[in-house]
């Protein structure tokens, strides 16, 4: 995991919550696909412990997420979720997700063939040639990306 999370972290933003020195979540964003034309788009995931979910932990990362995507530059925010999953479906589209489609017994996991539904979400206006996306390490300590990153804080309920 230490290696992904730094293969990540070269380019995308990944934002941890901990409490009481445990983590409870996080979230981060990869490449949505290989192709130079999709370079402005991004897939993102969301991870909450049992014991800490109900908490607006998923909601406020992503919150925090979304806006440093945005100020990299990215346009467009894809996510997966395995199906069934009505807690995770409902989070995405309270945080601005629609469903687009659904892939059909394309995930195996826990000797089980899933379904996976797919979503998507804008990040910012889509222009005609945008600039580059930036990447997470030049963005990391800007005041916006602080900023992005107090008001999601300000989100969490407490446990």
């Excluded at 933003?13 to 983590?23: N, Y």
């Excluded at 991004?42 to 979304?66: C, H, M, N, P």
Aim: proline share 5%; hydrophobic share 45%; charged share 25%.
């Amino acid at each position: 995991m230490r290696r992904r999370i730094s293969a990540v972290l070269a380019q995308y933003p990944w934002l941890v919550c901990e409490s009481s020195d445990k983590v409870v979540g996080y979230v981060y964003a990869t490449a949505h696909r290989e192709r130079a034309a999709y370079r402005w788009s991004v897939d993102v995931a969301a991870y909450v412990r049992e014991d800490a979910q109900r908490r607006g932990i998923a909601r406020a990362l992503y919150t925090a997420l979304f806006e440093i995507l945005a100020l990299q530059g990215y346009r467009n925010a894809y996510a997966g979720i395995t199906l069934p999953n009505p807690a995770s479906v409902v989070m995405h589209e309270s945080t601005g997700f629609e469903r687009v489609g659904v892939y059909h017994r394309v995930g195996y996991k826990m000797n089980k063939w899933h379904d996976v539904a797919w979503f998507e979400r804008p990040l910012a206006e889509h222009v005609l040639e945008p600039s580059e996306p930036i990447a997470f390490p030049m963005l990391a300590t800007s005041l916006e990306a602080k900023a992005a990153l107090a008001r999601a804080e300000g989100l969490i309920k407490p446990s």
